[in-house]
T-cell receptor
């Protein structure tokens, strides 16, 4: 079936290194994608979004890349810091009946090592 | 700085009790959502509302009900709690208009039914 999913459930990186978190989606009709960060005991926090008419979007220390050919989304975090340790979710906005809703992947746990 | 508030944060209660989880937002958002999330897992949409007196069921079947009498308030009710309802419940909101914009989340209610 159609789904949003992540390649790796866990990722450990050294402090200061760059992190790359990947996400695969299978609904070619999805036109909007979001990355969220969820720290323990908190709700998801918006990081960055991208529309399907773009290939790349940059924020502060974060970059999202969208490859529509292979239906792949990635989140790059530059100079990873301890505060980046969290679970990261990608979500796509796709149609369910007459409405459009966010569908979330299963998350990647990012651990930043000292 | 939270503009969407959920209470209680934690609730441990016995089987058969009626429960209401509160969600309020101060951003004037028309759209509000309830998600269910098991630890470390993806979010599943259980209810949504596009405005006052508008409520719809989400992708995941739920025995809960919701109401939207005021724009800022979107409570979720379980008439008779069961152990299978044990989970985290997250509330979110987004502005009127295009569905291609991020949702803002509360910090959730962690519910345990004994």
């Amino acid at each position: 079936g159609e789904s949003v999913g992540l390649h790796l459930p866990t990722l450990s990186v050294q402090e200061g290194d760059n992190s790359i978190i990947n996400c695969a989606y299978s609904n070619s009709a999805s036109d909007y994608f979001i990355w969220y960060k969820q720290e323990s005991g908190k709700g998801p926090q918006f990081i960055i979004d991208i529309r399907s008419n773009m290939d790349k979007r940059q924020g502060q220390r974060v970059t999202v890349l969208l490859n529509k050919t292979v239906k792949h989304l990635s989140l790059q975090i530059a100079a990873t810091q301890p505060g980046d340790s969290a679970v990261y979710f990608c979500a796509e906005n796709r149609a369910t009946g007459s409405a459009r809703h966010l569908t979330f992947g299963s998350g990647t746990q990012l651990t930043v090592l000292p | 700085e939270a503009d969407i508030y959920q209470t209680p944060r934690y609730l441990v209660i016995g089987t058969g009790k009626k429960i209401t989880l509160e969600c309020s937002q101060t951003m004037g958002h028309d759209k509000m959502y309830w998600y269910q999330q098991d630890p470390g897992m993806e979010l599943h949409l259980i209810h949504y509302s596009y405005g006052v007196n508008s409520t719809e069921k989400g992708d995941l079947s739920s025995e809960s009900t919701v109401s939207r009498i005021r724009t800022e308030h979107f409570p979720l009710t379980l008439e008779s709690a069961r152990p299978s309802h044990t989970s985290q419940y997250l509330c979110a909101s987004s502005p009127r208009g295009s569905s291609n914009q991020p949702q803002h989340f509360g910090d959730g209610t962690r519910l345990s039914i004994l």
